[in-house]
């Protein structure tokens, strides 16, 4: 497949809610694929199908940054089951380099989404997993970073993206 490019903050797509994805067809799971390669590329943990200008609700997420197949997770139309716990750690994300901000999480969840054989599946993960599940499902809301914290820091913040060129939405 292709690395895809990563839209970066404004981008409009970024703040649109995605819609649930249809059939697990072959052009979705060639959207996977290249989802997954631009993921290994950046690198990064996840990636959400906005970030790559697709408005539907598909994630891939890889704690390894492709060096262990076992944690790559390919999920589709993904809905936290349940979650518990909290945590309050650091978070980067593609489409804001060089933003890094702390930010309020559940410690445990369990997602349920489809693989790409159009399978229901269940996802328990905690620390970081969790973390990078939420964020990438956020994604999907259209929620950012940015939404996660108090309005003194998120001003502070959207005054140095006017600065860097990057206008705040």
């Known amino acids: 497949m292709a690395i895809l490019p990563i839209r970066l903050y404004p981008d409009p797509i970024l703040r649109k809610r995605c819609k649930p994805a249809g059939k697990v067809d072959d052009a979705l799971r060639g959207l996977a694929r290249s989802m997954v390669e631009t993921l290994h590329g950046a690198p990064g943990a996840g990636l959400a199908a906005p970030q790559v200008g697709e408005a539907v609700r598909l994630i891939v997420v890889d704690l390894s940054l492709g060096q262990d197949p076992a944690q790559l997770h390919v ?7 349940a979650a518990e716990g909290e945590q309050m750690e650091e978070e980067g994300c593609l489409s804001l380099p060089g933003v890094h901000e702390k930010v309020r999480r559940s410690m445990r969840v369990r997602v349920r989404a489809l693989n790409l054989r ?16 939420q964020h990438e499902m956020d994604h999907l ?29």
């Not at 999920?75 to 089951?81: D, I, S, T, W, Y």
């Open 75 to 81: 999920l589709v139309n993904p809905e936290l089951a």
């Open 118 to 133: 159009g399978e229901e599946i269940r996802l328990d993960g905690a620390g970081a997993l969790a973390r990078v599940l």
């Open 141 to 169: 809301e259209g929620k950012l970073i940015l939404d996660h914290l108090g309005r003194l820091k998120r001003d502070a913040l959207k005054k140095l993206l006017k600065k860097q060129g990057r206008a705040p939405s």
